[in-house]
């Protein structure tokens, strides 16, 4: 009897801590959402972001241009402390043309849409004219003989899985091929690499993204493009019927020396303890080929907006609130590195870090790393969010830049956005500002500030 | 103790059935996400619906195509039987000019974006040219002078309330202007209405929708047009600079008299419980402006696809499985008063219907108007729709054109998509096919059909 008491008494006292209410923080959320639907100002920061400096990749002008603005901008909102920390970055250019054709009998030719992948090399001047292979993946082109491989394009056609609900799950599938196509295919002989865009939809925008040519030394790198979804399409279909066409590419994009770049930090310092740190931050740099709108100028003033949101509602969080953008995520993380090792070598104490960088799209919650202790706290606020329908609180990795601060006792965590839309945008010229939901996107914010708050007012 | 444990096992019980688990059922639900995402035709369906008919106002040719090509393509489904359903329509009739501008002194005008609201009278061939009086709601005009507003345009400028989560409550608390706004304004003498369209977004898009004159006799009818939210903003910041501006507007819109048309209807004949019918459905009818991609083009072709969708997955329902395409949802419900009460004529007994009319967006869940014990096992099977992000079982009101069909005893139920973009489109130009994203529109086609899928399964 006592046994069982003690076990109803456990399960009761958890079904209320699950449904706990108070209003003082309900209120708060309240204030949070209210005043980023009605008065934010992510969205006109993005405007600016996405169609005033637009692309901005690591060691362009516009990356320079970019850190200048979020310095200003974060100057502007009287935070006790700005600055920009220096790293120095990659610079690939993309150069003046993309070009390619298919050739399905001497002199006839069809063109598709390609794009360099980041640090890829170029073609010769005159281009490059191979027959094709097509593959689905590295598995499939290591059962070829060498000889099937040599003096030809191999090209990766598998596509990302439409049936997975989470489309992350289905890029995470896809990814390899445009990662380390190049360096396996150079490795048989091969004379370029051509790769699916990683892409849902069908279209006509190749999707760029970075590559790597693993220890490859120089003279052997081959050159890697990205092909649309269609013009993929297109290329299989054609290949079908005539196994011996040919494909001409050609490119000059290059590698540059490094180059001065900079994070840009701005903090709100702990009214109580102000040696805990909280971290709210995105990627400053973005592909070239559009505006960066969703990847990452949505994470970008996301965070930023969070700060604002906290100086709106007159909350003074208890530890240091600290906004980070970072520099150069899309190709080196020069920035993430920079700025865990120079916080490790100040021995600060990073108690919280959270990431948006999945999109400005409709909020559905978190993905949490974190102790299991942790995480069930996270989600006994679960009813503090149902007004706002956030629904997911699950464990899993953070971000790509504030997953460098993971320790055992913190808690990282990555804004989950609706993922239906968006690799139609990823790394593509289409992704731009019309692409942005003003809504939607001032949801993340205030998501993000909500738990932000959480975690800060129950000092979890 | 014993009743304790009585208590505790119930507790334990019901936590069991609130996780419960059913392998068989789990494996139908993949079946059905995974053909809507790899193989569905809800897409190519709104494709041909949005672009080679288009908008399909009742009693328009472009509705009369729809209906004959939603019969044609459930005819091609093989269902058990297809059917058109007579019912009589409204026709009203935009005209061939709607015009408008803001003359800030004699001779100076600016254009603004207008559209005659949906069964409003015409202007004077030669338009009409007034004062303008501001108001918010109906309170603020009541509170005027029959003076203060006689021989003026009544504008009704209250904007959709932006820090509400579900849009469709903006939309509730705003939409009585577009309804009865020019009842209203004509008791008072107005010359006619110009109402803010109802839009969370600052665009240049009017949007039209149903408005009614209540009992006022023809000759005291007034026109009735939208202007744009930034027409809106424009208009109203003039008339703060210059209370006497004068606004022109004419437009040459026209009811006629009602004309034949059809609910379409399929259905799959139920094998072992043939005379219990579960209804999913949506409206062919449209607004003219754009082509009815969201509205309600998206719920037709997912109604259909659920159709579909059991007979690709072999499933047999026990119960009949009807789509009804209703007509004449926007402006007089023709279509679903006739089909209730065609059903009631016929003693046939609905034990659950399924409406999508609130966009093709990611779907979230169902509002669900039930009893409280079936809204209770419904809310138990939250597990089964985890793995595909679908979390709200709501009680709440189903649909326009479903709501007709309400028992006692019966299930009606109403998809509830991600709702912060859909009145950027509803029934303005802008509602066409490349506003809709393949992915969102076919998830909620699955989870119709799993929703369906359940409540067959377990008889509920």
Same mark, same amino acid.
């Given at each position: 009897?006592?046994?069982? @008491?003690?076990?109803? !008494? +456990?399960?009761?006292?958890?079904?209320?801590?699950?449904?706990?209410?108070?209003?003082?923080?309900?209120?708060?959320?309240? @204030?949070?959402?209210?005043?980023? !639907?009605?008065?934010?100002?992510?969205?006109?920061w993005l405007?600016h972001l996405s169609n005033q400096i637009g692309g901005r990749l690591s060691g362009s002008l516009n990356a320079q241009r970019a850190v200048d603005w979020g310095k200003a901008e974060l100057?502007?909102?009287?935070?006790?402390?700005?600055w920009l920390q220096p790293v120095m970055v990659p610079k690939w250019i993309r150069g003046?043309?993309?070009?390619?054709?298919?050739?399905?009998?001497? /002199?006839?030719?069809?063109?598709?849409?390609?794009?360099a992948?980041g640090g890829?090399?170029?073609?010769?001047?005159? /281009?490059?004219?191979?027959?094709?292979?097509?593959?689905?993946?590295?598995?499939?082109?290591?059962?070829?003989?060498?000889?099937?491989?040599?003096?030809?394009? %191999?090209?990766?056609?598998?596509?990302?899985?439409?049936?997975?609900?989470?489309?992350?799950?289905?890029?995470?599938?896809?990814?390899?091929?445009?990662?380390?196509?190049?360096?396996?295919?150079?490795? +048989?002989?091969?004379?370029? %690499?051509?790769?699916? @865009?990683?892409?849902?939809?069908?279209?006509?925008?190749?999707?760029t993204g970075s590559?790597?040519?693993?220890?490859?030394?120089?003279?052997?790198?081959?050159?890697?493009?990205?092909?649309?979804?269609?013009?993929? #399409?297109?290329?299989?279909?054609?290949?079908?019927?005539?196994?011996?066409?040919?494909?001409?590419?050609?490119?000059?994009c290059k590698n540059l020396p490094d180059v001065q770049s900079y994070n840009v930090i701005?903090?709100?310092?702990?009214?109580?303890?102000?040696?805990?740190?909280?971290?709210?931050g995105g990627h400053l740099d973005s592909w070239d080929l559009g505006d960066g709108a969703h990847d990452d100028g949505a994470g970008v003033v996301?965070s930023m907006? %969070?700060?604002?949101?906290?100086?709106?509602?007159?909350?003074?969080?208890?530890?240091?609130?600290?906004v980070v953008l970072f520099m150069n995520e899309e190709n080196g993380m020069r920035g993430a590195t920079k700025y865990?090792?120079?916080?490790?070598?100040?021995?600060?104490?990073?108690?919280?870090?959270?990431?948006?960088d999945?999109?400005?799209?409709?909020?559905? /919650?978190?993905?949490?790393?974190?102790?299991?202790?942790?995480?069930?706290?996270?989600?006994?606020?679960?009813?503090?969010? #149902?007004?706002?329908?956030?629904?997911?609180? %699950?464990?899993?990795?953070?971000?790509a830049d504030?997953?460098?601060?993971?320790?055992?006792?913190?808690?990282?965590?990555?804004?989950?956005?609706?993922?239906?839309?968006?690799?139609?945008?990823?790394h593509?010229?289409?992704d731009t500002f019309?692409?942005?939901?003003?809504?939607?996107?001032?949801? /993340? @914010?205030?998501?993000?500030?909500?738990?932000?708050?959480?975690?800060?007012?129950?000092?979890?």
């Amino acid at each position: 009897m006592k046994n069982m @008491s003690i076990l109803f !008494l +456990m399960m009761f006292g958890l079904a209320q801590a699950q449904s706990q209410s108070n209003p003082k923080v309900d209120d708060k959320l309240k @204030s949070i959402y209210s005043t980023a !639907l009605l008065n934010g100002k992510s969205y006109s920061w993005l405007d600016h972001l996405s169609n005033q400096i637009g692309g901005r990749l690591s060691g362009s002008l516009n990356a320079q241009r970019a850190v200048d603005w979020g310095k200003a901008e974060l100057d502007a909102l009287g935070l006790d402390r700005v600055w920009l920390q220096p790293v120095m970055v990659p610079k690939w250019i993309r150069g003046t043309f993309e070009y390619a054709h298919i050739e399905t009998s001497p /002199g006839k030719t069809i063109n598709v849409p390609i794009c360099a992948l980041g640090g890829s090399v170029a073609t010769p001047l005159t /281009g490059i004219k191979a027959e094709v292979i097509e593959v689905k993946g590295f598995e499939e082109l290591n059962n070829l003989s060498r000889a099937e491989v040599e003096g030809k394009i %191999v090209f990766f056609n598998r596509p990302m899985q439409a049936d997975l609900i989470n489309t992350f799950e289905a890029y995470s599938g896809c990814v390899d091929q445009r990662y380390s196509g190049a360096e396996q295919a150079a490795n +048989m002989g091969a004379v370029a %690499v051509l790769v699916r @865009s990683v892409n849902l939809r069908l279209d006509d925008y190749p999707h760029t993204g970075s590559m790597s040519y693993g220890l490859l030394p120089f003279k052997k790198r081959i050159p890697a493009a990205a092909i649309s979804t269609n013009g993929a #399409e297109l290329l299989s279909s054609m290949i079908s019927l005539n196994p011996n066409l040919r494909f001409y590419l050609k490119q000059n994009c290059k590698n540059l020396p490094d180059v001065q770049s900079y994070n840009v930090i701005g903090e709100i310092i702990g009214s109580e303890k102000p040696e805990e740190i909280m971290v709210v931050g995105g990627h400053l740099d973005s592909w070239d080929l559009g505006d960066g709108a969703h990847d990452d100028g949505a994470g970008v003033v996301q965070s930023m907006e %969070v700060l604002r949101l906290f100086k709106e509602i007159n909350y003074n969080p208890k530890r240091t609130l600290r906004v980070v953008l970072f520099m150069n995520e899309e190709n080196g993380m020069r920035g993430a590195t920079k700025y865990a090792s120079v916080s490790k070598s100040k021995n600060e104490n990073h108690v919280f870090a959270l990431e948006s960088d999945s999109g400005g799209f409709t909020p559905r /919650g978190f993905s949490i790393d974190t102790s299991p202790e942790k995480l069930k706290t996270i989600q006994s606020w679960e009813s503090y969010f #149902e007004p706002y329908l956030i629904h997911l609180f %699950v464990k899993g990795g953070s971000g790509a830049d504030v997953g460098h601060l993971k320790t055992d006792a913190n808690i990282l965590a990555g804004l989950k956005p609706d993922s239906q839309r968006y690799f139609d945008y990823h790394h593509a010229e289409n992704d731009t500002f019309d692409a942005i939901n003003k809504r939607e996107l001032e949801l /993340g @914010s205030a998501t993000m500030a909500s738990l932000v708050f959480l975690v800060d007012y129950f000092s979890l």
